[in-house]
């Protein structure tokens, strides 16, 4: 009974754990999506700049008395692992281009060092009996969504290519999301850095 209360739907923090982006380049990937917004009218494209992450797993609602608990935990397990960088590049959609009701900006981890970090994230909250993630990790920063789906193929061809910048990855984040008119707010509630403590 315990985990349905600290999971069940409006109850608890509405958690997640991501990596935030530096400021050049949420600027850019904000960019992209003002310039596509003309092309794309029925799309609710993000706004708040400060916004802008890749989500590394989304927990829903976490209870509040685990929350420190749950941060000094996944503190523990990451700090095994060493600081890496990522591109982000292009834009695509979920779950189709031409049926899109999600358009992204692509993460470019060659090395699978951000799906690395996400294993163990998982690890973590199966441990404390969180909900786990059960959908395929393809990293991405979100940039709009459609409810409806639009055919957003011709709109993203030109920017395909199109490199955001690298981002470097020093630490993971514990966010709790709070719902409002003006859009979801992001408050950090917890740091993991990366420090490779076991590392050779």
């Known amino acids: 009974m315990a985990e349905e209360s600290e999971t069940g739907a409006g109850q ?7 990596v935030a982006l530096p400021e050049q380049v949420r600027e850019e990937v904000l960019g992209a999506a003002r310039g596509l ?9 993000t706004r708040k ?17 685990r929350i420190e608990t749950l941060a000094g935990a996944l503190a523990e397990e ?30 470019v981890d060659p090395d699978g060092r951000l799906e690395g970090v ?7 909250t199966g441990r404390m009996g969180l909900v786990p993630e059960r ?7 979100t940039v709009g969504r459609c409810k409806r789906g639009v055919d957003a193929r011709l709109a993203i061809e030109p920017w395909r290519a199109r490199s955001f910048g690298v981002v470097s990855v020093g630490e993971v984040h514990l966010y709790e999301s709070r719902l409002g008119r003006e859009g979801s707010t992001y408050l950090l ?3 993991a850095p990366l420090l490779g403590a076991r590392q050779p």
């Open 37 to 45: 917004s003309g092309e794309l009218p029925g799309v609710r494209w």
């Open 12 to 18: 608890g923090v509405r958690s997640f754990v991501a």
């Open 49 to 65: 700049v400060e916004n802008l992450h890749v989500t590394v797993q989304f927990l829903g609602p976490v209870a509040e008395s």
């Open 118 to 124: 996400a294993t163990s994230v998982r690890q973590v």
């Open 78 to 107: 990451l700090a095994a692992r060493s600081p890496f960088t990522m591109g982000l590049r292009g834009l695509g959609a979920f779950p189709d281009e031409r049926h899109a009701t999600s358009l992204w900006v692509g993460v």
């Open 189 to 191: 509630r917890g740091r």
């Open 135 to 141: 959908r395929v990790f393809r990293p991405h920063v």
